[in-house]
């Protein structure tokens, strides 16, 4: 298992830094955010140490989704957000791959977000379709 000793992730999976554990499975660990943006906020994180999701193999990611659901029937949570962020851009804070299960039990708690949607041609719309399809 990847583990980065200067990680605040990987030293909470080595139980050198207490957490608040709500669930572990072989490949994956929920424990409760310290700076939650609501009540019952749980990061999800693979034990294995990777900064980006692409940088995660595949086997490592199977319990990942599968955590997040059990987290979000556990506190309750009638609506949420499951939100993943790559990057400072993209507002990753923790340089480990890590899954946020955010209740939003009203307007002013939980995730609050701007949606900006870009007009974008269908022209550049096939183009983008054609370079991707290689997946």
Same mark, same amino acid.
């Given at each position: ?32 955010? /310290? ?46 957000? /499951? ?36 007009? /974008? ?15």
């Amino acid at each position: 298992m990847a583990s980065n000793p200067a990680c605040i992730f990987c030293r909470i999976v080595k139980r050198e830094i207490p957490s608040r554990i709500l669930f572990e499975t072989e490949h994956c660990l929920a424990f409760l955010d /310290v700076g939650p943006l609501s009540e019952g906020h749980t990061l999800v994180i693979p034990k294995y140490h990777a900064q980006f999701l692409h940088e995660l193999p595949d086997a490592e990611m199977a319990d990942l989704l599968p955590t997040a659901k059990k987290v979000a029937e556990a506190i309750g949570c009638k609506e949420y957000n /499951v939100l993943q962020n790559n990057g400072r851009l993209a507002h990753q804070a923790v340089d480990h791959v890590h899954f946020h299960v955010i209740p939003k039990p009203n307007e002013s708690e939980g995730l609050i977000m701007e949606w900006k949607q870009k007009d /974008v041609s269908a022209d550049r719309m096939d183009a983008l379709r054609k370079a991707y399809l290689k997946l």
